[in-house]
C-alpha cells in the first residue's frame, strides 16, 4: 500500500508562484510514474504533467513554461513548481502514482491552490 500527502497549497496572487510537495510512504518499487493533476470546481480533473523514476517529464500543453515537475527518488517525493499563476489555475491540485510492476495507482487527498486576481 501506498499513500501519498501533498502539501505547498495555498493562496497567492496573479503572477506568483508557488511549490507543492507529494511524499509517498509505502513501498514503491521499480519502474513508476508520479504524476500531478488538477480538478476546477465544476471541471474534470486534468492532467499537469508525468515524471518517471528515471526522470522523463512530460507537461499538458497549457502547462508548459509555467510549471515544472521534479523528484527526489530518494525521499519518494515529487514536486510542483508553478509560477506566474493565473485565477484560472485556482483548483485542488492531486498527486498520483502508478507502479509499472503492479499496475497500481495511488491517489493524494489533494491541495487547494487559489490565485486571487
Known amino acids: 500500500q501506498v499513500q501519498l500527502v501533498e502539501s505547498g497549497g495555498g493562496l497567492v496572487q496573479a503572477g506568483g508562484s508557488l511549490r507543492l510537495s507529494c511524499a509517498a510512504s509505502g513501498e514503491i518499487l521499480g519502474s513508476n510514474t508520479m504524476g500531478w493533476y488538477r480538478q476546477a470546481p465544476g471541471n474534470q480533473r486534468e492532467l499537469v504533467a508525468t515524471?518517471?523514476?528515471?526522470?522523463?517529464?512530460y507537461y499538458a500543453d497549457s502547462m508548459k513554461g509555467r510549471f515544472t515537475i521534479s523528484r527526489d527518488n530518494g525521499k519518494n517525493t515529487a514536486y510542483l513548481q508553478m509560477h506566474s499563476l493565473q485565477p484560472e489555475d485556482t483548483a485542488v491540485y492531486y498527486c498520483?502514482?502508478?507502479?509499472?510492476?503492479?499496475?497500481?495507482?495511488?491517489w493524494g487527498q489533494g491541495t487547494q491552490v487559489t490565485v486571487s486576481s
Open positions: 498520483n502514482v502508478y507502479i509499472r510492476l503492479s499496475r497500481a495507482k495511488y
Open positions: 515524471i518517471t523514476n528515471a526522470g522523463s517529464t
